[in-house]
């Protein structure tokens, strides 16, 4: 029994993993028609931001790579044809994201934006991490992001994992 007890040990340290999702992002309504055509004007600052064990991206300049971060709010403006726009006015900083490869609008109604993906290899470390933001209006008319976080990889020997979903809802401001 205390080989058995031990084996398991150290398979469980080996094979290492940390899942975590907030199920908020599943439980919001995508409001398909808003979503794919709108012109809005939403806080930088989340209402609501998962509750998670690391940092949680609650601020939408932040989360889309902007430097406006002190902003507080932002226009943002998506087209199917044209892609994903992002203005602050205060800070004159602005993003235009085209449609193709990092941005796309998928099946159900949710416009998918591939933030990066990449790969290391040096100091016993190997591993690739992706990162993917999710976008769309609920029926209240607020802005949800969903930031995915996936990693995986070994180090020195020991394999490990590491799935992370979390949500930021961005009130729009009428």
Known sequence: MPKKLLLS????????????????????????AATANFLATF????????NADGPVIDNLANLLFIPASQSASAQVSFDS???????????KQSRHIPMGDKLKLNK???IELSAESHCTAEKGVLGCDRKQIALFINTKGELVTIHTDTVGG??????????????????QIK
């Open 81 to 91: 044809s044209t892609g994903l726009k992002v203005e602050y006015a205060d800070a």
């Open 43 to 50: 806080a930088n600052q989340a209402n609501y931001k998962s």
């Open 154 to 171: 070994l180090f020195i020997v020991m394999p490990y994992a590491h799935y992370k979903k979390n949500v930021a809802i961005f009130p």
């Open 108 to 110: 159900d109604g949710v």
């Open 9 to 32: 040990s150290i398979m469980a340290f080996l094979f290492s993993g940390c899942v975590s999702i907030d199920k908020r992002g599943e439980e919001e309504t995508i409001d398909r």
